[in-house]
């Protein structure tokens, strides 16, 4: 496949990286090798559209459990980079959401969500947005 996409139809692909965003430890590697689907074409997102909104709803499991999704709270700084490297994703998904079949739409709905609290509550002088480093998150006050 063009452009180092992962063939998450291949047996031994999607289960390990499933199992890798499952654990805080592993998950940023594994975050890394779902964003090659960043440079992917329409037609490879439409084939592997489903897989690729499993594999973020793993992500938001594991991070609801482990850390705290959402943009309203700051994570210790170690995870940092996991919540960023997920807001990311959902950021590109955003961008991408045409090329995904439609019959994802409600999940795609779902993870999008998380994007649309513009509410800005500052923890200690600091708001969230700004320590994940995302400037399309930052509300503009």
Same mark, same amino acid.
């Given at each position: !496949? ?23 430890? /592993? !998950?940023?590697? &594994?975050?890394?090798?779902? !964003? %090659?689907?960043?440079? &992917? ?15 973020? +709803? ?6 609801? /459990? ?6 309203? !709270?700051?994570?210790?700084? %170690? ?10 994703? =959902? ?12 019959? =994802? +739409? ?6 999008? &969500? ?14 969230? /947005?700004?320590?994940?480093?995302? +400037? +399309? =998150?930052?509300?503009?006050?």
């Amino acid at each position: !496949m063009p452009n180092n996409v992962p063939n998450l139809y291949r047996w031994g692909v999607f289960t390990p990286l499933a199992n890798r965003l499952g654990s805080l430890d /592993r !998950m940023l590697g &594994a975050l890394d090798e779902l !964003m %090659k689907f960043s440079d &992917a074409e329409d037609r490879q997102i439409q084939r592997y559209g489903r897989k690729i909104i499993s594999l973020t +709803e793993i992500t938001y499991a594991t991070l609801s /459990r482990e850390v705290g999704v959402s943009l309203i !709270m700051l994570c210790d700084r %170690k995870h940092v980079p996991h919540k960023s490297a997920y807001y990311k994703l =959902l950021l590109w998904i955003k961008c991408r959401r045409s090329a995904f079949p439609a019959f =994802l +739409e409600d999940r795609i709905n779902e993870l999008l &969500a998380r994007l649309e609290c513009k509410v800005v509550l500052r923890t200690r002088g600091i708001d969230p /947005r700004t320590q994940l480093g995302i +400037e +399309e =998150l930052i509300v503009k006050t």
